[in-house]
């Protein structure tokens, strides 16, 4: 069964930083391309980043880039999403998402406030 | 204009169809694209549904039912989400995304309401 478990969202004063795990089990992670997406309060889905299998080939949204670093250790099974800068604006639910988004973890609250 | 336009709501009757559109900005041909599908149900996190280009490359999700299933309509530019034999447990948001220009972009959401 394909698990993906996020952790290591809080609450954070505006300009401090976090950094989000993903643990995946179930499917050969190595083998998959990932992401974050993020959720707002009562708002849709935005795409944050992606990252490639091998972790070479990297992308972020434009209201991130600069800000965020998404990274990935394929010995652990791990997703990463180092965020810095944050804003007001960051504040969301952050999802784990396999590939095409087929699969999706529970998520992890960051909230942005002083 | 957004890339992907969804209408904020759709309403329909328990075992009617129901027809969500997904329609991408003009200079984007949506004959070019991938269109996959999500549902989320309130208070639940999203749910791979489908992702549709032609009726030789799509693919349904894993566990979802047939009477979910996508299409297009090239004349005005959209992917479609069908679902028929409308059920109360099938009330939820529906998102439509593409993959476009190096990043994933999602519609705004449909949210369904059986009544």
């Known amino acids: 069964e394909v698990q993906l478990v996020e952790s290591g969202g809080g609450l954070v004063q505006p300009g401090g930083s976090l950094r989000l795990s993903c643990a995946a089990s179930?499917?050969?992670?190595?083998?998959?391309?990932m992401n974050w997406v993020r959720q707002a309060p009562g708002k849709g889905l935005e795409w944050v980043s992606y990252?490639?299998?091998?972790?070479?080939?990297?992308f972020y949204a434009d209201s991130v880039k600069g800000r965020f670093t998404i990274s990935r250790d394929n010995a652990k099974n791990s997703l990463y999403l180092q965020m810095n800068s944050l804003r007001a604006e960051d504040t969301a639910l952050y999802y784990c998402?396999?590939?095409?988004?087929?699969?999706w973890g529970q998520g992890t609250l960051v909230t942005v406030s002083s | 204009q957004p890339v992907l336009t969804q209408p904020t709501s759709l309403s329909a009757s328990p075992g009617a169809s129901a027809r969500f559109t997904c329609t991408l900005r003009?200079?984007?041909?949506?004959?070019?694209?991938?269109i996959y599908w999500y549902q989320q149900k309130s208070g639940s996190l999203p749910r791979y549904l489908l992702k549709?280009?032609?009726?030789?490359?799509?693919?349904?999700g894993s566990g979802v039912p047939s009477r979910f299933s996508g299409s297009k309509d090239a004349s005005t530019n959209a992917g479609l989400l069908l679902i028929s034999g409308l059920q109360s447990e099938d009330e939820a948001d529906y998102y439509c995304?593409?993959?476009?220009?190096?990043?994933?972009?999602f519609g705004g959401g449909t949210k369904l309401t059986v009544l």
């Open positions: 998402t396999r590939d095409r988004h087929d699969y």
């Open positions: 179930g499917f050969t992670f190595s083998s998959y391309d």
């Open positions: 990252i490639g299998s091998s972790g070479t080939t990297i």
């Open positions: 003009s200079g984007i041909n949506v004959g070019a694209y991938r």
């Open positions: 549709y280009k032609s009726d030789s490359d799509k693919q349904q």
């Open positions: 995304a593409i993959w476009y220009s190096s990043t994933w972009v």
